[in-house]
């Protein structure tokens, strides 16, 4: 078997996490709180900021891992 079809399959595998969620500084031009994040499956990473507090970006965090989770699964949730 290929290396590529070996790392796609064990990436298959892995599923999304959160790595980290820290207090961040506001884009410019945006006030409030804001928290940058790292999500990763493997050494696959995202990373981006968001804004609200540590329990709301948590939350959100977590409902999105959920969804890109059921995603690379192939399933399907009720709308």
């Not at 892995?14 to 207090?23: G, Q, W, Y």
């Amino acid at each position: 078997m290929a290396k590529a079809a070996v790392t796609s399959e064990t990436f298959l595998e892995l599923p999304f996490k959160v790595d980290s969620i820290a207090r961040a500084t506001a884009p410019t031009g945006s006030d409030g709180v804001w928290h940058s994040y790292v999500i990763s499956q493997g050494t696959n990473t995202i990373t981006g900021i968001r804004a609200g507090t540590h329990a709301e970006v948590t939350t959100l965090l977590h409902e999105m891992i959920e969804r890109l989770n059921d995603r690379r699964a192939g399933k399907k949730r009720p709308r």
